[in-house]
């Protein structure tokens, strides 16, 4: 993995690859939250279902991110995980859900031309995050304003 101008673009080009498929992954993902939320559901469970839909969606991200890293360490060669005791499938994802989440507990360093990858993932779990919360805030809002209208509570 050295240093040469190719390789860094294709780590500029699979890291924004990669963050232009989590985004709109994310938006169609909020969007088909949106459209099949559970109204006829009590307020609580209502919530419940669309918080662990939108967990789901995070993990979904942090696994194609994941594969980010597969393909830059075994196919592209611009890089390596250092620290995983195993390679497969479950090493990258753990690595990704750490990053995505900004966890990073440090035991999985990332090498050579993939810390690129690693320092922008974060920003996007983070602005992917923040649009999950306020998101969950304005479907909260309009149901509770359309409860309080009936009279009813959560």
Not at 67 to 87: A, D, F, K, P, V
Request: charged share 15%; proline share 4%.
């Amino acid at each position: 993995m050295p240093d040469t101008p190719i390789n860094y673009l294709l780590a500029v080009g699979l890291t924004a690859g990669l963050t232009v498929i989590c985004v709109g992954l994310h938006y169609e993902a909020l969007r088909l939250i949106s459209s099949i939320h559970p109204k006829r559901l009590s307020g609580k469970l209502s919530i419940a279902v669309m918080i662990l839909l939108i967990i789901v969606t995070h993990c979904v991200e942090a696994v194609v991110f994941s594969g980010g890293y597969w393909l830059g360490t075994e196919l592209l060669g611009i890089g390596r995980l250092s620290g995983m005791q195993e390679h497969g499938p479950a090493a990258y994802i753990y690595f990704s859900l750490e990053t995505f989440t900004t966890q990073s507990i440090g035991d999985i360093v990332p090498i050579g031309q993939l810390r690129l990858l690693a320092a922008v993932q974060p920003l996007v779990g983070l602005i992917l995050i923040g649009w999950s919360t306020s998101f969950t805030f304005l479907i909260m809002r309009r149901d509770w304003q359309w409860d309080d209208e009936r009279g009813a509570r959560n």
